[in-house]
């Protein structure tokens, strides 16, 4: 297999794994990948996942690699929280949920983590577009909110609320408290209703 060939024909997809390369070339012969890792012309992203090193000045589709390595997932938590200025701290792993097991990955685009939710509980995101036309999946900010106090249980007091230093003016002016009360109700869970509350008695909501 020609590398140029296989660059023409893949680098559009920007993130492939080897089923694709398959569906294409049924005869394709995998060593060809290990050589290319070797020689710099792709990255492996996880196991049977890759790149070419030209996303690499694409900073954005770090995030879009979050999506596409492991599925179903969305990005949320404290990725999606600075995202939108909810939490001062600037992120270094892109953190999402899954409905399959916690996961971690490190590749060159960074560290990716991934937190298990319920199948149930994989709602609250929108398909957003992206350079290329590329679209991925990103909790809104009442559902990255809701994510962070129901996978982090130790978020229960009006101390450890304020801890979290979340952006006032966004709280008061950009949260849609009707929405954060409605995907509350969704997750039917008394624990979480209460460190919700406690939120909103924190910062004054």
Known sequence: ?????????????ACFNINQIYA????????????????GLLIRLRQGYYTFP?????????YYFANKIYKPSYISL????????????AVVQIT???SLKTAVFKNDFGEYSYKTLKKEFMFGYDLKQQAENKTLNFAKPEKALLDLLYL????????????????????????????MKEFTAKFKNKALTKRVKLLFDAYEL
């Open 1 to 13: 297999m020609n590398y140029l060939d296989f660059k023409q024909k893949m680098f559009e997809i």
């Open 24 to 39: 294409w070339q049924p005869h394709f012969d995998r060593n060809n990948l290990t050589r290319w890792i070797k020689k």
């Open 54 to 62: 030209e996303y690499k000045n694409k900073p954005e589709f770090s």
């Open 78 to 89: 404290h990725t999606a929280l600075s995202f939108y200025g909810i939490i001062p701290e």
């Open 96 to 98: 999402s949920v899954t």
């Open 152 to 179: 982090y249980p130790f978020y229960n007091t009006i101390q450890e609320m304020n801890e979290l230093r979340l952006d006032e003016d966004f709280l008061h002016n950009d949260l849609d408290i009707d929405k």
